[in-house]
Structures are given as structure tokens and as C-alpha cells.
């Protein structure tokens, strides 16, 4: 097996999102200070990470087992399917530990100018699982972009002859948020999704 030299080592490090060459080589300063405590054990789990990665045939989640830990967890309400674009997208939904339903992964959205079509997302498996007599709700969790809205009426569409509800995110004001900081975008659509006091 090749030795890595540092320099390649700090190419590869400022290629992740957010690093540059300035900041990879302090991050590459860091591990080799730490280079029993910390850089060894990463290099480990980075490499078994790797091997032992798996899509879930269910929602398209990754995780080392197949089916994935949201879909295992008997704890979940098997009625309200979230769909997301990314797992990243899971993953921040998940955070808030307020979901307790399973999700669906897109891998993406609708994309004219990328080439993306409803056959690249996997927008077949999610009207399948929706078509289960279990499922009474799907959350279109879609991002506020015109890509992510034309994905969640693609889908709302699709979804139509269905006994489903398709519900979307509330869109407009976060909390805390002041009103002279926000986009018109956001404000606009906070005053469409108004509610009674």
C-alpha cells in the first residue's frame, strides 16, 4: 500500500465542504499532533465506514445495516412518511427529535437544467410504499427552491389516487426571526401560511 505524503493528504482534506488549502493544512497539523489519539482512530473508522456503508432498501437512508435504524426502530409511526431530498435533510429532521415517523430519500430534485428526471430520484419506491394500507400521511419536506417545490407537486400529483394525505413544511418566519432581516421570498410566504391567534 502507498504512504499518503502529507501534501496529498491536505489535497484531500481541502476538498471537503468548507475547507480550503489554509484550513485543511491545520487540520492535517492537528491529526499528526494527535496522531495516536486521534488520527489513527479516524483513519480506522473512516476506512470501516467505508467498507461497510449500505443504502436502505426501504427509504434510501445509509447506514452499515440494511434496512437502516430509523426503519428498524419499532418505536416509529409506520403512518407518516417524510420525504426529503438528501440524508442530510434526515438527518436535520432527526435532530429536532420532533419526528418520530419514517422517511424517503429522494437522492435529489426535479431538474430541467440538470438533466434530472423522475426516473434519477426514486420517486417509484416512495408511491409504492404510500400505496400500503399502513400509510396515511406523506410529508413533502422538499426545500423552498423552485427544483424542490416542481418535485413536491410532481409527487402531490403522482400521490393523487391515493388514500394518502400530502401535507408540506409550513414555510415563512423562523422563530426569533426579525422581520427586517428575512428575504421578500420568506416574507411573502409567511403571509400566505397566516394563521388565527
Same mark, same amino acid.
Request: hydrophobic share 45%; net charge positive.
Given at each position: 500500500?502507498?504512504?499518503?505524503? &502529507? /501534501?496529498? $493528504?491536505?489535497?484531500?482534506?481541502?476538498?471537503?465542504?468548507?475547507?480550503?488549502?489554509? !484550513?485543511?493544512?491545520? #487540520? @492535517?497539523?492537528?491529526?499528526?499532533?494527535?496522531?495516536?489519539?486521534?488520527?489513527?482512530?479516524?483513519?480506522?473508522?473512516?476506512?470501516?465506514?467505508?467498507?461497510?456503508?449500505?443504502?436502505?432498501?426501504?427509504?434510501?437512508? &445509509? /447506514?452499515? $445495516?440494511?434496512?437502516?435504524?430509523?426503519?428498524?426502530?419499532?418505536r416509529?409511526?409506520? !403512518?407518516?412518511?417524510? #420525504? @426529503?431530498?438528501?440524508?442530510?435533510?434526515?438527518?436535520a429532521l432527526e435532530r429536532t427529535s420532533s419526528y418520530r415517523g419514517l422517511y424517503h430519500v429522494l437522492g435529489g430534485t426535479l431538474s430541467a437544467l440538470d438533466g434530472v428526471g423522475p426516473e434519477d430520484l426514486s420517486i417509484s419506491g416512495l408511491v409504492n410504499r404510500a400505496s400500503s394500507a399502513e400509510v396515511k400521511e406523506v410529508i413533502l419536506a422538499t426545500s423552498a427552491t423552485v427544483d424542490g417545490q416542481t418535485t413536491a407537486h410532481y409527487i402531490a400529483e403522482r400521490l393523487n389516487n391515493s388514500d394518502v394525505k400530502v401535507s408540506g413544511l409550513a414555510h415563512g418566519v423562523p422563530v426569533g426571526g426579525e422581520l427586517d432581516y428575512l428575504d421578500d421570498g420568506t416574507i411573502s410566504a409567511a403571509l400566505k401560511a397566516r394563521r388565527v391567534i
Open positions: 500500500m502507498a504512504v499518503c505524503g &502529507i /501534501d496529498d $493528504l491536505v489535497k484531500l482534506i481541502s476538498r471537503l465542504p468548507g475547507l480550503g488549502p489554509r !484550513s485543511a493544512r491545520r #487540520v @492535517v497539523l492537528f491529526l499528526i499532533k494527535r496522531r495516536e489519539s486521534l488520527m489513527v482512530p479516524l483513519a480506522s473508522s473512516l476506512r470501516s465506514t467505508a467498507e461497510g456503508i449500505k443504502t436502505c432498501t426501504i427509504c434510501s437512508n &445509509i /447506514d452499515v $445495516l440494511d434496512p437502516c435504524y430509523v426503519c428498524r426502530e419499532t416509529r409511526d409506520v !403512518s407518516i412518511i417524510c #420525504v @426529503v431530498e438528501d440524508i442530510a435533510d434526515l438527518w
